[in-house]
């Protein structure tokens, strides 16, 4: 069955420091994972998107990173800062060819709070 | 701007009364799709489109309704809304095709059923 779990639920942080949030996926085959950032009562954003031949990829003080073999992905937030707060969600994209609705799989998100 | 735009933002109805939540886009996207959102469950799927006139149920269909008679709006339609329908809607739409499935989200229209 095609998931993808997502860990911690939840995760508060001083504001200044880094953090890591994990996706384990068990979608097949893999086309690509990407990360979305969602502030309390907005739409998510795309953040990175991670395909199968990348390893690590930077945005800012982002950087995500892939281990296709163990289908893991990680998210890590450097300098944490107020505006980091927000839900962050991991969606992976199965198979190839034409996107399709049957195409993509939700993590249910980490809520991420830093506190001053 | 490329952007969705849902309406409205925010509404309070009681139950038994219809309303319609509607999605546009300006980006040319064959897909479009509704989630909603309630705390610890993430992303729901509603109901999705494939392109115009091509429609079809997610995950939690029930209670629900849509329509595509035009490639860039996606109405939501509650017959009857209920209690259980009080929840966080966001429609997305994505580029159809060969591509790399990004979403695009609206803001949002948080509804609340008495």
């Known amino acids: 069955k095609n998931q993808v779990e997502q860990s911690p639920q939840s995760l508060i942080i001083l504001e200044g420091k880094n953090c890591t949030l994990q996706c384990n996926y068990t979608v097949s085959p893999f086309s690509n994972l990407r990360w979305y950032k969602q502030d309390t009562g907005r739409g998510p954003v795309s953040l990175t998107i991670m395909t199968f031949s990348e390893n690590t990829k930077s945005n800012g003080r982002y950087t995500a990173t892939l281990d296709a073999d163990t289908k893991q992905s990680s998210l890590h937030i450097t300098a944490s800062q107020l505006s980091d707060s927000a839900s962050y969600i991991c969606?992976?994209?199965?198979?190839?060819?034409?996107?399709?609705?049957?195409?993509?799989?939700f993590g249910t998100g980490t809520r991420l709070t830093i506190i001053p | 701007e490329a952007q969705v735009t849902q309406n409205p933002r925010y509404l309070i109805t009681v139950t038994g009364k219809k309303l319609t939540v509607t999605c546009s886009q300006n980006m040319n996207h064959e897909y479009m799709s509704w989630y909603r959102q309630d705390p610890g469950l993430g992303l729901r799927q509603i109901y999705y489109?494939?392109?115009?006139?091509?429609?079809d149920k997610g995950d939690v269909p029930e209670g629900y309704k849509v329509s595509r008679k035009e490639k860039r709006n996606f109405p939501l339609i509650l017959e009857s809304p209920s209690p259980n329908q009080t929840s966080l809607y966001f429609c997305a739409s994505s580029l159809g095709g060969a591509n790399t499935g990004e979403l695009f989200f609206g803001e949002g229209s948080r509804l609340t059923v008495l």
């Open positions: 489109s494939m392109n115009v006139e091509v429609t």
């Open positions: 969606v992976v994209r199965r198979g190839r060819g034409n996107f399709g609705n049957e195409k993509l799989t």
